[in-house]
């Protein structure tokens, strides 16, 4: 079993900059793909970002490309999300999630593992 605590997030001026990090727990974290998904207000959970477990596969959401990162650390067991250039609406609640297939993938139900999730805020 894997378990995820998200951390990083808060409240930021619209152009600002937050990282996130998600802090695994778990012996095989270096075999599961991660991947990062936001539920705003009101709007059902969407993806952002996914990382293959090597490292090598990233995708992005369309919404973010360009300003958002995925990176992943296996020796400490944490992936990242760097987001720059944030606007409102990437408002959300952020979720990690761990995927035992070790693909990077856009769906929801591959991953067999959540986080708690952490709050971003982007004021204008």
């Known amino acids: 079993q894997v378990r995820m605590v998200e951390s990083g997030g808060g409240l930021v001026q619209a152009g600002g900059s937050l990282r996130l990090s998600c802090a695994a727990s778990?012996?095989?974290?270096?075999?599961?793909?991660m991947g990062w998904f936001r539920q705003g207000p009101g709007k059902e959970r969407e993806f952002v970002a996914t990382?293959?477990?090597?490292?090598?596969?990233?995708y992005y959401a369309d919404s973010v490309k360009g300003r958002f990162t995925i990176s992943r650390d296996n020796a400490k067991n944490t992936v990242y999300l760097q987001m720059n250039s944030l606007k409102p609406e990437d408002t959300a609640v952020y979720y990690c999630?761990?995927?035992?297939?070790?693909?990077?993938?856009?769906?929801?139900?591959?991953?067999?593992?959540w986080g708690q999730g952490t709050q971003v805020t982007v004021s204008s």
């Open positions: 990382i293959s477990w090597s490292g090598g596969s990233t």
């Open positions: 778990g012996r095989t974290f270096s075999r599961y793909a």
């Open positions: 999630a761990a995927g035992s297939l070790g693909r990077a993938t856009m769906v929801p139900n591959e991953y067999n593992y």
